[in-house]
């Protein structure tokens, strides 16, 4: 990819913010500034093409703006583009000590980014129709989740004054959401059940015990079902359950732990799962018990519950079939 020209874009919601990246890269020859939307690619394309640089010869690479870039994705999936999408965290801690902010300059940091991780850039998927619907009720049901959260610890709190307007209001309130809940986990469910894909591996991960539908749904959404992720401690350094060390010389030595940097969202799922395989799966039941009894913290094994989930829904979606309890298989 070394003679490629590596191209910055700063995602915003009305604009896209756009740097070629030299060596003189402040240089108003290699910036622009379109709008984000069709016609505004129409003019990134047209702009490219006054400097007869072709889609083939151009390396992209953006910031994870959610929404705000799924258009310009989608447009560059459609020319075939090589394009990357990277966290913003790990841009902006590439950058070393660096003053001053604009849309041009982070674009041209950007663009400095992918020259010098040309050839370690993967090259992004776009995910499909029915993934991204399936993030927005994801997104729309966590939303919900935690109003009926609110009305439900202000019912709790003021039940001895059950009368009042307030009250009224907030228990209409957290039925509506109830019934929306409903709703919202209905249509993901159809989602799923519409693409042959998806609903062979639910099907596969729901059949372990402490994976329930909204695990599954969240491992398919953030794996691309399962293409994302090469291994199952890949996803669960992503959900932050992998342990890492951290020790220094002779004076900093400390036990494994997790790291702060991970999709805490689905690591919150993922623990009430774990909870819920301790409390139905005699096997890890047993587990969590004589991992107690030899003097383990319960965070800590309940993060090793969480791992040996991951691990089965890797492994079921591997082998293609579903999960099956070794208990089954011990001969009386």
Not at 5 to 21: E, Q
Not at 271 to 298: M, V, W
Request: hydrophobic share 35%; net charge positive; glycine share 4%.
């Amino acid at each position: 990819m070394s003679d490629r020209y590596c191209i910055g874009v700063d995602v915003s919601k009305k604009t896209l913010d756009i740097r070629i990246y030299a060596s003189e890269n402040m240089l108003s020859s290699n910036y622009v500034q379109v709008s984000n939307d069709l016609s505004g690619f129409t003019s990134f394309a047209r702009w490219l093409k006054q400097r007869n640089i072709s889609w083939p010869d151009v390396l992209i690479c953006m910031e994870h703006t959610g929404y705000y870039g799924y258009d310009f994705r989608s447009f560059l999936q459609e020319k075939d583009v090589f394009y990357s999408v990277v966290s913003g965290l790990e841009i902006k801690r590439s950058m070393g000590l660096v003053r001053g902010k604009s849309d041009n300059i982070d674009a041209g940091r950007i663009a400095r980014y992918c020259y010098l991780h040309r050839d370690e850039l993967k090259r992004s998927i776009g995910k499909s129709s029915e993934m991204l619907m399936i993030q927005r009720l994801l997104s729309e049901r966590s939303d919900y989740k935690k109003r009926a959260s609110r009305a439900r610890a202000y019912l709790t709190d003021h039940r001895q004054a059950p009368d009042t307007p307030v009250y009224r209001r907030y228990e209409s309130d957290l039925k509506h959401c109830t019934s929306v809940l409903k709703v919202i986990e209905l249509d993901i469910i159809h989602l799923i059940e519409s693409d042959v894909d998806l609903y062979r591996n639910f099907s596969l991960l729901i059949s372990i015990v402490g994976i329930s539908f909204i695990n599954a749904a969240n491992v398919l959404l953030y794996t691309d079902n399962f293409r994302l992720f090469k291994d199952a401690r890949s996803y669960a350094s992503y959900v932050g359950v992998a342990p890492f060390p951290y020790r220094s010389g002779t004076s900093v030595y400390s036990a494994d732990r997790v790291s702060k940097l991970c999709a805490r969202h689905l690591k919150s799922d993922l623990t009430q799962g774990a909870l819920s395989a301790i409390t139905h799966d005699p096997e890890l039941r047993a587990y969590y018990k004589r991992k107690i009894a030899s003097g383990k913290s319960s965070g800590s094994v309940l993060n090793a519950v969480k791992f040996k989930l991951i691990e089965r829904m890797f492994c079921v979606v591997k082998r293609g079939a579903p999960y099956v309890k070794l208990s089954n298989h011990v001969s009386l």
